[in-house]
């Protein structure tokens, strides 16, 4: 028999056959208790090398965003984070349009000064709801990443990507659609992942087989 479905609050949410906790993933709504992160339901992070403690799991994911950094991370629902993937906020930027790209006010206490040394701030990163990033991804810098995309292992992503993309590739480049505009704009209505957990759980052969008859009428049933 299936276990219950964890609910979103739990920081560890995979159990092994013993009944322990798995340490290696976490929900991460759980976890990233981070004034510069938001994180819907659901959305987890693996690691074959897990922080002894939850609370390290922002620093992990996200080294470079700072309590004081004015850039945001947002996630979506439902995200699956692969091991060793990293976001690089904006806050990790250096200058590059003059002569030197050296930071020179951070080694002398001036970082917060405007000073000319310093970049201005960079825009949110912005990631959909039912994105897979693989293992060893980076996600650059105010990088806005469509719902239902898919980022290949070792993928470097930044700029737009499109709902429901094939990333792949350093530059990462769009390999390919998942499936036919007409079908992704109709899922992007259908918006399966603001559903209640137990509706798309009770739906879950339409959600991942792509019976998109069957998930217009599970919509049409709530």
């Known amino acids: 028999m299936p276990q219950s479905f964890a609910p979103p609050d739990t920081v560890y949410p995979i159990r092994l056959p013993d009944g322990s906790a798995h340490p290696g993933t976490v929900f991460l709504s759980a976890v990233l208790q981070h004034?510069?992160?938001?994180?819907?339901?659901?959305?987890?992070?693996?690691?074959?090398?897990?922080?002894?403690?939850?609370?390290?799991?922002?620093?992990?994911?996200?080294?470079?965003?700072?309590?004081?950094?004015?850039?945001?991370?947002?996630?979506?629902?439902?995200?699956?984070?692969?091991?060793?993937?990293?976001?690089?906020?904006?806050?990790?930027?250096?200058?590059?349009?003059?002569?030197?790209?050296?930071?020179?006010?951070?080694?002398?206490?001036?970082?917060?000064?405007?000073?000319?040394?310093?970049?201005?701030?960079?825009?949110?990163?912005?990631?959909?709801?039912?994105?897979?990033?693989?293992?060893?991804?980076?996600?650059?810098?105010?990088?806005?990443?469509?719902?239902?995309?898919?980022?290949?292992?070792?993928?470097?992503?930044?700029?737009?990507?499109p709902d429901y993309a094939v990333v792949i590739g350093n530059p990462g480049k769009v390999l390919r659609y998942r499936f036919e505009l007409e079908t992704i704009e109709r899922l992007l209505q259908l918006a399966w992942w603001d559903w209640p957990i137990e509706h798309i759980l009770n739906h879950e052969a339409a959600i991942c087989g792509a019976d998109l008859p069957a998930l217009e009428a599970a919509a049409n049933a709530l």
Do not use: K
Request: aromatic share 12%.
């Open 35 to 161: 004034p510069r992160i938001t994180v819907g339901d659901y959305s987890y992070a693996s690691a074959f090398d897990p922080p002894a403690d939850p609370a390290e799991w922002a620093e992990c994911l996200v080294p470079y965003l700072f309590d004081f950094s004015p850039e945001r991370l947002v996630i979506g629902r439902f995200c699956q984070i692969a091991d060793g993937a990293t976001f690089i906020t904006a806050s990790a930027q250096h200058r590059h349009d003059g002569f030197s790209s050296f930071p020179f006010a951070i080694f002398d206490g001036g970082a917060a000064d405007a000073r000319p040394s310093m970049p201005a701030p960079g825009r949110d990163t912005v990631v959909g709801n039912d994105v897979w990033i693989g293992q060893g991804a980076r996600i650059l810098p105010g990088a806005r990443i469509g719902s239902g995309v898919i980022i290949g292992a070792g993928a470097v992503v930044g700029g737009e990507v």
